[in-house]
């Protein structure tokens, strides 16, 4: 008899196949003594065993570009920490073998991010994988990942690493499943971006058994194990239903109306863009800049290769808008060359634009290079700062754009409850507004969004989450300017319809996404979307809010 299980839908689609599990982790290395002659030997493995998986990892990164470059290099570099290096080398000096003294060190560091506050101990994940593909190396055994299958099947996972999740094939993997991560996850974002349905924070997914059947909906999060014919059956035909709209919706983002929503991409870099385009991307409404960044986390990227990539962005938008977000370094996305080693709690530490105001020469080339990139090209390139917290960061960011004679509109992101609280004071210095949901989410919820055990509070269905845009959206319409939305939310079609409706004049999202909005937007007149975002903010959960505004845009 078929069970249905609920987990999160983190990317649209449906996918129905038999169940491959991810491989097993590696075991726990004998703790054998090793003599003081052999140490030198020794600490050479662990060296080249580093080396090897760090330019692994690299590789993987090229192959995959864009945001999954910028994540799969900042393992590279979690796995050369010299201080890590430097402990598996003492342990072996002491007598461990290569593979001991890393596992053990790795253990103690895995240690200290668990308990350095929830945003860093959802870094846990990527580290324990960095960990398995040395030891795997030094002991000989296959690197744990995704199994060896020459059919199609649906994934099944405790978490995915994002050197799995980046190259997945989309041809093999129908979907995937795990029983952690949450909705703004490394491995959902790039789920997104693979176009693959995934549900994930699903207990107990590991307990499907290998070869079962299940039927994976990444849109309601629902995982049907065992589904019969006419069950089969009606989720083909939703399916082709969905395929079917997002083929008949084509052009500008608008609602059955006309009111116009212009759908942009979120993209980490050039190796983004053909996607972009090929969704219809109206123009780029985040691109992270962080990958250059992550290149060489002991120094700032050259003034002209900054220009060079940039460049290539904005020439892709002739006549598009481009929002580029400054580097938005810190918390999960460390650089040693400019954030602090040593803060108890990063995330609510030194990070976003505080890092480049305690570094303005980093600012100050990443302006002027923006500025010489978008020379002679008819792009509208716009400029924001991340981590906006009041007006006196507004202006901050702003006097720092002008100093550096940028021709450009400048804006602020919402991401921390007080910039969305006192909008109105903020767009004094800025001309736009952009809200980033899943950081707005992590601080008005105190929920790590990495985290799965608190993955309900991640979810942008939330009341007072939809509260915080909603007078982020009021306070842009009095002041005649905008206020987009770049983050994950955007890429949920119905919510899209609910930030639509509560005022938001732009959705920005991964380009996977972008049909799906489109089609749903062209369904609605804006009056509706408005009824359901006043429905979905007098609920009470993210649940109830979801079901108000599904009630009201389906007409019940």
Known sequence: MDTKLQGVGVSHGVAIGEVRHMGTAVLEPPAKQIDAGEA????????????????????????????????????????????????????????????????????AYRALLAGAGEYLAGRVADLDDVRNRIVARLLGVPMPGVPDSDQPYVLIARDLAPADTALLDPALVLGFVTEEGGPTSHSAILARALGVPAVVALPGAGELPEGTVVAVDGSTGAVVVSPDEAERTELAAAAAASRAALEAATGPGATSDGHKVPLLANVGGPADVPAALEAGAEGVGLFRTEFLFLDDSTQAPSEAKQVEAYRQVLEAFPEGRVVVRVLDAGADKPLDFLTPSDEPNPALGVRGLRTLLDHPEVLRTQLRALGTAAEGLSVYLEVMAPMVADRADAKAFADACREAGLDAKFGAMVEVPSAALRARSVLQEVSFLSLGTNDLAQYTFAADRQVGAVSRLQDPWQPALLDLVALSAEAAKAEGKSCGVCGEAASDPLLACVLTGLGVTSLSMGSSAIPYVRATLAKHTLAQCERAAAAARAADSAEEARRAAQAVLSGV
């Open 40 to 107: 030198p030997r020794e600490q050479q493995r662990a060296r080249q065993a580093v080396e090897a998986v760090a330019a692994d990892l690299n590789a993987r990164g090229n192959l995959a570009g864009g945001e999954a470059q910028a994540v799969l290099e900042a393992q590279a570099l979690m796995a050369q920490d010299p201080e890590l290096l430097a402990d598996v080398e003492r342990r072996v000096t002491a007598g461990s073998t290569a593979e001991r003294a890393v596992y053990d060190a790795f253990a």
